[in-house]
């Protein structure tokens, strides 16, 4: 199951919703579905337990059949086919039929506890998140007239969406984990805020400890490139007789490294007698590599 399809699983058995709110939520699962006017009602939708709590409803408030149905693709259209029907819909939420274009009619979302059932209804009509180990989004997909409307209804509970145009819809979206977290905290969806976390936490540990192995494999390369040209160096001068004639220091130094490719400089500067610090055990070998060539 695709972690939208357990979010909208999770919102559609919330309980324990009070009656203002089951009326803002309701209206909010049929106001954002594909039409709502006196000429089309309807929804599409991948969802199949969305499809029939869209059905249900509808059925409730036109007090007439609404038809479901299930194309072999897997998508669901549920439809109110009545006329009669769909003005008992658009009376039912305040609207007489002859609206130019669909608008929010904010005495459905009376009070503050309504925003969240309402918002939770909107998510299941027109939105889709990703899964969180893919990305962090969360968007709605909503014609233009009811664009603002929501933007501000967001705004409300203080998340701010940015907006694109895709084809002939709007979509209001949130790419930060932080606001689909509020978001999903909002309306009620607490199992997925938790796996979401988790995943969350998860991600960015490991993406700490990539950072930091990267970081350690860049030194070592480093060290080991130093190491390597410094051997050379010194395997040259014992082939061409010139180490022998090396100054002492120079010649404990080169043994140490010759034997010990894998020490860092600060580590080979502890091992001389007298001990010599990173700079000086630096400055030797530079004096090394110069000599051999
Ligand atoms: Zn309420």
């Known amino acids: 199951m695709s972690f939208c399809s357990k979010v909208k699983e999770e919102l559609i058995n919330f309980s324990d919703v009070p009656p203002c709110c089951s009326l803002a939520e309701m209206y909010g699962l049929l106001l954002f579905g594909k039409k709502f006017s006196k000429s089309e009602i309807y929804i599409n939708t991948e969802n199949k337990a969305v499809a029939e709590k869209y059905k249900t409803v509808a059925q409730r408030l036109s007090l007439s059949d609404v038809k479901l149905i299930n194309y072999s693709s897997g ?4 439809i109110a086919e009545s006329a ?36 939770r ?59 689909i977290v509020t978001f999903l905290t909002l309306v009620g969806a607490n199992d997925c805020v938790l796996e979401y976390l988790g995943v969350k936490v998860f991600k960015d540990i490991r993406n700490n400890v990539n950072r930091k192995t990267n970081f350690e494999n860049a030194n070592f390369d480093r060290t080991l490139g130093a190491s390597l040209r410094q051997t050379e160096a010194i395997e040259t001068l014992k082939k061409n007789g010139a180490f022998q004639k090396l100054s002492p220091e120079l010649k404990a130094l080169a043994q140490i490294r010759l034997e010990n490719p894998e020490l860092s400089l600060g580590q080979i500067g502890q091992m001389l007698d007298p001990p010599l610090s990173r700079s000086g055990v630096n400055h030797r070998l530079q004096k090394i590599i110069e000599l051999s060539k």
Do not use: M, Q
């Open 75 to 78: 998508k669901y259209k549920v």
């Open 121 to 179: 209804a909107v998510f299941l009509a027109c939105g889709t998140i990703s899964d969180p180990e893919k990305s962090y989004h969360l968007e709605f997909s909503v014609p233009y007239s009811l664009k603002n409307d929501l933007k501000r209804i967001l705004e409300e509970v203080e998340l701010e969406a940015k907006e694109i145009k895709r084809n002939n819809s709007y979509i209001l979206y949130f790419k930060g984990s932080e606001d």
């Open 84 to 119: 009669e029907g769909r003005l008992k819909i658009l009376n039912a939420f305040g609207y007489s039929g002859s609206e130019r274009s669909r608008r929010i009619n904010w005495a459905n979302i009376n009070n503050d506890c309504c925003f969240s059932a309402f918002l």
